[in-house]
C-alpha cells in the first residue's frame, strides 16, 4: 500500500480514504474517480480540488470532470478551488468551496460514517491537510456517542448505591 500520497489507502473509523493528493492531471483524475466508481463501497464520496498547468484547457478540464462526475454518479462531490468552480458550474449535484479553509469548516461540521473517501488534487492545493479535518469529525462523532455512556453509567451507579443499604459507623 502506498504511503507518498499516490492511491494511499487510509481506515479512519467506518471510513476507507484514498488519499491521491500527490498529483492530479485531468487523466490521473479520470481514472481516480473511475476506480472510485467501480470500487464496491455503497457510500463513495470524492474530494477533489484544482487541477494545475493545464493552460489553456484548464476551463474545459475542469468543465470535463463535472460532467464525468454526473456520468458515474458517485453519491456525494466537494470540490474546493477558483478552477473546480468550473466543473461545479456543469454539475449542480457537486458542492463548491472557493477555499481549503472553508472545506475544512464544512467537514469539522458534517462527520462522515461509513464512506469510501478519494481526496485527489494538484500538489500545489495540499489537499491532504484536511485529511487532520476528516479525523477530527470522525472522533467527533465517535466522541459524542461516548460521552453519553458516563451519564448511563452514573444512572446505573446511583441505582445501585440508592438501592443498597449502607451503614457508616
Do not use: W
Not at 162 to 167: A, K, L, Q
Amino acid at each position: 500500500v502506498p504511503s507518498n500520497m499516490r492511491s494511499q489507502l487510509i481506515e479512519k473509523g467506518s471510513n476507507t480514504i484514498i488519499l491521491d493528493a500527490y498529483n492530479a492531471n485531468p487523466s490521473s483524475m479520470e481514472a481516480a474517480l473511475r476506480n472510485l466508481a467501480t470500487a464496491g463501497a455503497k457510500n463513495k464520496v470524492a474530494i477533489l480540488a484544482d487541477m494545475y498547468e493545464l493552460g489553456e484547457d484548464t476551463v474545459s478540464e475542469h468543465q470535463r470532470i463535472g460532467h464525468l462526475i454526473q456520468e458515474l454518479g458517485i453519491d456525494q462531490t466537494f470540490v474546493c478551488g477558483p478552477l473546480m468552480l468550473d466543473a461545479a458550474k456543469v454539475n449542480p449535484r457537486i458542492t463548491h468551496f472557493e477555499t481549503k479553509q472553508e472545506l475544512i469548516r464544512y467537514f469539522s461540521a458534517h462527520p462522515f460514517d461509513q464512506k469510501l473517501i478519494l481526496i485527489k488534487a494538484s500538489r500545489g492545493m495540499g489537499l491532504e491537510t484536511i485529511l487532520e479535518h476528516l479525523r477530527l469529525s470522525i472522533l467527533a462523532s465517535f466522541h459524542s456517542s461516548l460521552c453519553k455512556i458516563p451519564f448511563f453509567l452514573d444512572f446505573i451507579s446511583f441505582r445501585i448505591f440508592s438501592s443498597s443499604s449502607i451503614n457508616v459507623l
